[in-house]
Nanobody, 122 residues
Framework: QVQLVESGGGLVQPGGSLRLSCAAS????????IGWFRQAPGKERGGALC????????HCADSVKGRFTISRDSAKNLVYLQMNGLQPEDTAVYYC???????????????WGQGTQVTVSS
């Protein structure tokens, strides 16, 4: 019943910015955390880039802290990932995921969107 749909990906030049959106439905904010993940070509999916808890607390990995920010608009059932200072190594498919635990581990999340492609290239 939980459904997640990512949008906002695309092609951007190095140094540029994108804001990804995750539209969520079929769940109650009081019980689910939302995390953003990515999988680059030829690599395994890593840990969460940023997560927001059911209570609205946020955390981002050190690797992206200062460049990426997660936020949510509970009234609109939207979670955002603002990405600044993008570099070619950020090229990946970006996913949002929902789970009942506030975690950076992808396997702790139960529901996943289809992903949105982000390509950083000149």
């Amino acid at each position: 019943q939980v459904q997640l749909v990512e949008s906002g990906g695309g092609l951007v030049q190095p140094g540029g910015s994108l804001r990804l959106s995750c539209a969520a439905s079929g769940f109650t904010w009081d019980y689910y955390a939302i995390g953003w993940f990515r999988q680059a070509p030829g690599k395994e999916r890593g840990g969460a880039l940023c997560v927001v808890s059911s209570g609205g607390h946020t955390h981002c990995a050190d690797s992206v802290k200062g460049r990426f920010t997660i936020s949510r608009d509970s009234a609109k059932n939207l979670v955002y990932l603002q990405m600044n200072g993008l570099q070619p190594e950020d090229t990946a498919v970006y996913y949002c995921a929902a789970g009942q635990y506030y975690s950076v581990v992808g396997n702790d999340y139960n529901y996943w969107g289809q992903g949105t492609q982000v390509t950083v290239s000149s």
